[in-house]
C-alpha cells in the first residue's frame, strides 16, 4: 500500500526567501503529482512527474521527482505572498489513477 | 478543459435528513471519486468507481452511499446525515492513460449538518 508523507507541515517563511517542500513515498508509484489548494477551494494540479529524474517548472516553483530515493521536491525560489497556500503531493499506484495524498504542507508567506 | 462541477458550494441539512451530493464529469472519464477534507486530516477517500454502475469503498465508507448510472455523474448519498458529517467534500475524475494525468477536482461543496 502505498503511504505518502510530507514534510514539514506547516512552513511559514518571508517573502524573498528560498524552501523546499519534501515528499516522501513508500512503494513505487508511477506517476507524482504536486496540487495547490487556496483556502476555502479546491485542489488545483501544479505539476505531474512521470520519470526519474523528471523536473518541472512554473515561475517561482520548481518541483523534481527522484524514483530511487522514492522523493519529490517542491523549491519555491523568492517566496511573495501570493503562493500562500496548501501544497499536496500525490503518488498513483495505476489502478484506476488513484491517488494516494501527503497530509498537505500548508505554506505562509509574510512580508 | 475537463470540468467538474458539483452543484452545490455550500449545504446547510439537518440531522438524519437524507443528503444527495452531485457531480458531473464532461469529458468521458472512467473514473469518479469522492473525498471529504476536514481540518488536520487531510484527503480521505470516500468512494470510487471505475465505472457506469461499479463502486468500491474507500477508507471511510460507513455512513455513506454512492451511485453511478450514468458515465458522466457520480452522486454521493449520505443516508441519515449526522454532524459528524459536516465537512468539505470534494469530487474528482481521472482518465487512466492519457492526459491530464491525475485527478481534476471539483469545487468542492461545504456541508453542514445542524
Known amino acids: 500500500e502505498l503511504k505518502v508523507e510530507q514534510n514539514p507541515l506547516f512552513l511559514s517563511m518571508q517573502e524573498g526567501k528560498n524552501y523546499t517542500i519534501y515528499c516522501n513515498y513508500s512503494t513505487t508509484s508511477d506517476r507524482l503529482y504536486w496540487y495547490r489548494q487556496d483556502p476555502g477551494k479546491s485542489l488545483e494540479s501544479l505539476f505531474v512527474l512521470l520519470s526519474n529524474g523528471a523536473v518541472k517548472q512554473e515561475g517561482r516553483l520548481m518541483a523534481s521527482l527522484d524514483t530511487k530515493a522514492r522523493l519529490s521536491t517542491l523549491h519555491i525560489t523568492a517566496a511573495v505572498h501570493d503562493l500562500s497556500a496548501t501544497y499536496f503531493c500525490?503518488?498513483?499506484?495505476?489502478?484506476?489513477?488513484?491517488?494516494?495524498f501527503g497530509t498537505g504542507t500548508r505554506l505562509q508567506v509574510t512580508l | 478543459d475537463v470540468k467538474v462541477t458539483q452543484s452545490s458550494r455550500y449545504l446547510v441539512k439537518r440531522t438524519g435528513e437524507k443528503v444527495f451530493l452531485e457531480c458531473v464529469q464532461d469529458m468521458d472519464h472512467e473514473n469518479m471519486f469522492w473525498y471529504r477534507q476536514d481540518p488536520g486530516l487531510g484527503l480521505r477517500l470516500i468512494y470510487f468507481s471505475y465505472d457506469v454502475k461499479m463502486k468500491e469503498k474507500g477508507d471511510i465508507p460507513e455512513g455513506y452511499s454512492v451511485s453511478r448510472e450514468k458515465k458522466e455523474r457520480f452522486s454521493l448519498i449520505l443516508e441519515s446525515a449526522s454532524t459528524n458529517q459536516t465537512s468539505m467534500y470534494l469530487c474528482?475524475?481521472?482518465?487512466?492513460?492519457?492526459?491530464?494525468?491525475?485527478?481534476?477536482f471539483g469545487s468542492g461543496t461545504r456541508l453542514t449538518i445542524v
Open positions: 500525490a503518488g498513483d499506484t495505476g489502478t484506476a489513477s488513484k491517488l494516494t
Open positions: 474528482a475524475s481521472s482518465q487512466d492513460g492519457r492526459e491530464p494525468y491525475g485527478y481534476t
